[in-house]
């Protein structure tokens, strides 16, 4: 288990945008070389590069292996929000799922995964996500 610090704001620096806004991104990558998927620490070091990339900020992560040269099934706690992995390298595919709040971008998360893992294909799902509207509502962005 990996636990780090969450960094201290520099002396008169914006406060940083936490609203419940943001992306989720659900990504299926295939045609990945098994080599790429068995790994918890290479996944775990490549999701943490992808988080940081996006701007985002690594709270915690944990990933769990299935035995030599089976899949992993990880996630990267985010102050935004989450990035997860699951594998399958007996048919080199990789589930992917970024979520991600505030000011963080995930697309970018995303193009680093990608270019890692190089798929040969690869389809996503872009959702916005927010609070509901309506009476009722407990949230009220500005």
């Not at 201290?8 to 406060?15: C, T, Y």
């Not at 989720?24 to 790994?39: V, Y």
């Not at 990339?53 to 292996?65: N, Q």
């Amino acid at each position: 288990m990996k636990r780090d610090p969450m960094p201290l704001a520099a002396a008169g620096a914006a406060p940083t945008d936490h609203r419940p806004t943001g992306s989720h991104l659900l990504a299926d990558l295939g045609g990945i070389a098994a080599d790429k998927l068995c790994s918890c620490d290479t996944l775990d070091v490549l999701l943490r590069t992808a988080a940081g990339a996006a701007g985002a900020r690594v709270l915690h992560s944990h990933f769990h292996g299935f035995g030599d040269g089976q899949g992993v099934t990880g996630v990267v706690l985010l102050a935004e929000s989450h990035i997860s992995i699951h594998t399958w390298p007996e048919c080199g595919f990789a589930a992917l799922d970024i979520f991600m709040c505030g000011t963080a971008q995930p697309q970018l998360a995303l193009a680093v995964v990608v270019q890692a893992l190089a798929p040969s294909s690869h389809s996503v799902q872009a959702i916005e996500r927010a609070p509901p509207a309506g009476p009722g509502a407990a949230c009220r962005l500005p």
